[in-house]
């Protein structure tokens, strides 16, 4: 199957309402795409079975594209991409929303610098009423962001979602686990070095120390690079680099959950924090800041016994009046709340660049 042939049949899938994924890994120019064969909606209730997950930021509900029950297809990337309109400007501020994003970010100061929280990450949606013709928005999402994780996913569910996110959750090959700590966001600038504050190295130190520390429990051996500037399309992060040997009896299961939701996307202590979130960003996240990707087997290069789970940031989703945008940041004890909302703006500049 080529990569029109592809992208064609996202649209035969979602003409037949039947689930599908089709994404490309960081750095690579492979598509890979598993396109289930009836409309059956399924969940991931075993972490043994072979498949593709995407989880909610909460619930125990997992969306689930079984390999056993799909047609699994890979190809080369093309270079004929339908290009956009490049009159694109830069997205206009809803003062409103900026006014009710300002109020989030200045609550969760105040209630971080009472000692309850270390850390929280504040989010908002946006929508943009506009016509999109969903593989060709994708086919320029492939090619804008090449160091992201980007797909486009269906279930009737979940309704139809696209993204290009930075972050591994974590890749575990055999007894190796691999996964990363990114925080801090600026614009990337040509030519320029990055000049971190400390407000975003404290940031991503939360999230490495975190990380580190629910990992003890699984292996005695976890090596941490030093933090270094990673950049992922018109934005860059700081990021850490964290790879542990696994014990034999280490469950998948208890690692994701011991490790989803990350400081990076939730806060600290998590289950309160996650709770403070709920309580006051007056939206439902859905599988914005969840988690997607491959379980127990890399079907790009056919191989057992791999698992590749990233976290869904720079997403949006697709619906019949237009498309859902979801952005977020960390905020600590000296966040601006201006400067937290005009960082969610820059974010959002990763999808609308491709629609």
């Known amino acids: 199957m080529t990569n029109t042939d592809i992208l064609s049949k996202i649209q035969l899938q979602l003409d037949a309402k039947k689930p599908f994924v089709v994404y490309c890994k960081p750095e690579s120019d492979t598509i890979t795409a598993l396109f289930q064969k009836e409309s059956k909606q399924y969940y991931l209730e075993n972490f043994l079975d072979k498949g593709f997950v995407f989880a909610p930021f909460t619930g125990t509900k997992k969306a689930f594209i079984p390999a056993k029950a799909s047609a699994i297809v890979t190809t080369k990337i093309t270079k004929d991409v339908v290009q956009k309109d490049e009159s694109y400007t830069e997205p206009s501020i809803n003062q409103q929303a900026k006014h009710n994003f300002e109020q989030l970010v200045a609550q969760s100061i105040a209630v971080i610098k009472t000692g309850k929280f270390n850390k929280l990450v504040t989010s908002r949606t946006e929508h943009i009423a506009v016509d999109t013709n969903v593989a060709e928005t994708y086919q320029r999402l492939l090619h804008a962001y090449p160091n992201a994780f980007r797909y486009c996913f269906y279930t009737p569910d979940t309704g139809l979602w696209m993204g290009a996110t930075p972050e591994q959750l974590l890749k575990v090959k055999d007894d190796i686990l691999q996964t990363v700590a990114l925080a801090g966001t600026q614009l990337y600038k040509e030519g320029e070095k990055a000049v971190w504050e400390s407000k975003e190295q404290e940031e991503q130190q939360i999230v490495t120390n975190y990380i580190v520390s629910s990992l003890k429990q699984y292996s005695n051996t976890i090596n941490v690079t030093k933090p270094h500037t990673f950049r992922a399309g018109n934005i860059i992060h700081i990021k850490t680099d964290i790879k542990a040997k696994l014990e034999e009896a280490t469950l998948l299961e208890n690692i994701i959950n011991k490790l989803h939701p990350t400081p990076a996307v939730c806060g600290l202590p998590k289950e309160t924090a996650m709770q403070f979130l709920l309580d006051n960003e007056m939206y439902n996240r859905e599988y914005y800041s969840g988690y997607l990707g491959e379980i127990n ?59």
Request: a positive charge; glycine letters at 6%.
């Open 297 to 355: 087997h890399d079907f790009t290069l056919d191989a057992q016994n791999k698992t590749n789970l990233f976290v869904n940031l720079r997403c949006m989703k697709l619906t019949s009046s237009g498309v859902q945008l979801y952005i977020g940041c960390g905020i600590t004890k000296d966040s601006d709340p201006e400067k937290e909302f005009f960082e969610t703006v820059n974010k959002s500049i990763t999808m609308r660049k491709v629609l």
